[in-house]
């Protein structure tokens, strides 16, 4: 049979790989290269390092010698992609536009001898983490068995204690969830006024944590076991965090989830007006 430690970090490859090429879909992008190439959304690097080191990990245990070497080859790994593959594709871009301006001034003679330079090398310290979140995740969806194994813990009831601190956080997050959507409103708060839709998006997302918190400690009280442990209440954590990883994305890396600026109304007024009359025309 097919040990572990190679086919589960190759699943978690081709589904970070798939995710990958499905987002580039849903910004209007059909690139079938997303499957094989590097960089981008999530870090397909980090996902399978760290898928690695956890199939060490619930294999061999914290004390486990193979978990240490997966567990340092994976942080070499995900400081390279951080560090030196980020620079190489920065220095492309910067390349990329000084080739152009200078072709374009005609100091270059023969601008097709100049290669594009592959931009997308290296990954964004968010790119990173959502990685290594699904290589943590998928890596215990399929090796969900021993994970039960070694955590038995995750099919037990949380005690109290842990059930009053998933009230409180739910209950902090609702305040939370209020007090951005009234900042974001204010108008004398342009800045944050400008990214209203974000705002809005992470108060909708804390509202459901909140909710979904709520409902999992009266399960909890009514000792419904199936559905009120520690496995799903760590699944709900987890859907929080990639959820809002995403929404920082898209507001860091791609600039949605904002208000448009001025010019950027400007100019969606005008294809609007010549959109009609061209219809006006055609009647």
């Not at 009266?218 to 520690?230: D, G, M």
């Not at 859907?239 to 507001?251: K, N, R, T, V």
Request: proline share 4%.
């Amino acid at each position: 049979m097919i040990t572990e430690y190679l086919y589960v970090p190759l699943i978690v490859f081709a589904i970070a790989q798939c995710i990958k090429f499905l987002l580039a879909m849903f910004r209007g992008e059909y690139r079938p290269s997303l499957l094989f190439a590097s960089g981008g959304m999530p870090s397909v690097h980090s996902a399978t390092v760290t898928s690695l080191a956890m199939v060490a990990l619930i294999e061999g245990g914290v004390a486990s010698p193979l978990f240490g070497v997966a567990g340092v080859f994976a942080a070499i790994v995900i400081y390279d992609s951080l560090g030196v593959r980020r620079a190489a594709g920065e220095q492309a871009k910067v390349l990329n536009v000084l080739i152009s301006d200078l072709s374009s001034s005609g100091a270059v003679k023969v601008p097709g001898k100049y290669g594009h330079l592959r931009e997308v090398l290296g990954h964004r310290p968010l790119e990173v983490l959502i990685g290594m979140i699904l290589g943590v995740f998928l890596t215990g969806v399929v090796m969900a068995s021993q994970v039960f194994e070694q955590a038995p813990w995750l099919l037990t009831v949380p005690s109290s204690l842990a059930q009053t601190i998933e009230l409180v956080l739910a209950g902090f997050l609702l305040v939370t969830s209020v007090i951005v959507v009234v900042l974001s409103r204010r108008k004398k708060a342009t800045k944050l006024s400008h990214y209203r839709p974000f705002f809005q998006q992470i108060a909708i997302s804390n509202v459901v944590i909140a909710v979904a918190l709520a409902l999992l400690v009266l399960l909890q009280k009514q000792a419904v076991l199936t559905y009120s442990t520690w496995l799903l209440v760590s699944l709900v954590l987890v859907a929080f965090l990639l959820w809002h990883a995403a929404l920082w994305y898209l507001l860091l890396v791609d600039g949605k989830l904002r208000m448009p600026t001025t010019p950027e109304r400007d100019a969606r007024k005008d294809r609007w007006l010549k959109k009609s009359k061209r219809t006006r025309k055609s009647k």
